[in-house]
C-alpha cells in the first residue's frame, strides 16, 4: 500500500510525530511512503525510507494527485494548517478532489490519520 504524506509547514512536525508513535505498522514492507520535498525530508531524518517528489508549492501535490489518479497511491495524509494561508491552495484543492473522484482515503489532521492507519492495521 502506497501512503502519501504531506504537511503544510505548521504542522510538520505534528506529522513526523504521528509517524514515530505509527513507526512499527509504517515501517512494514508492504507499506510504502510518498511524501512532497520537504515533508519527505524531514520523514527521512526522522528513519522512514520515502519516495520524495517535488516540494508543494512547486508541484509535488500534483504529483502526488497524478498518483492518485493512476490508482498507484490509495492513502493520503495531508496535515494541513487551517491557521495560515496558502500560495498554493489552488493546488490543495485539486489534490483534494481527486482523492474524491477516486474513492481514495484523505485525512487532513492526525486524528484521522489514526483512525484510517488503525483499519489497514487490522487488515495487515
Do not use: Y
Not at 519527505?40 to 525510507?49: D, E
Not at 509535488?60 to 498518483?67: K, L, S
Not at 495531508?78 to 490543495?92: G, M, R, T, Y
Amino acid at each position: 500500500m502506497e501512503i502519501a504524506i504531506i504537511a503544510h509547514d505548521g504542522k510538520k512536525a505534528d506529522m513526523v510525530q504521528f509517524l514515530n508513535k505509527n513507526k512499527t505498522l509504517l515501517l512494514q514492507e508492504n507499506i510504502k511512503l510518498i511524501a512532497t520535498g520537504t515533508t519527505g525530508s524531514k520523514a527521512v531524518n526522522a528513519g522512514f525510507k520515502v519516495k520524495r517528489m517535488l516540494s508543494g508549492p512547486f508541484g509535488g501535490d500534483a504529483q502526488i494527485a497524478a498518483r492518485v489518479a493512476e490508482g498507484k497511491t490509495q492513502m493520503v495524509f495531508f496535515f494541513k494548517d487551517p491557521l495560515a494561508s496558502h500560495a498554493h491552495e489552488v493546488d490543495i484543492n485539486m489534490l483534494i478532489r481527486v482523492c474524491d473522484v477516486h474513492n481514495v482515503p484523505l485525512a487532513t489532521n492526525e486524528a484521522s490519520a489514526q483512525l484510517l492507519l488503525n483499519a489497514v492495521a487490522l487488515q495487515l
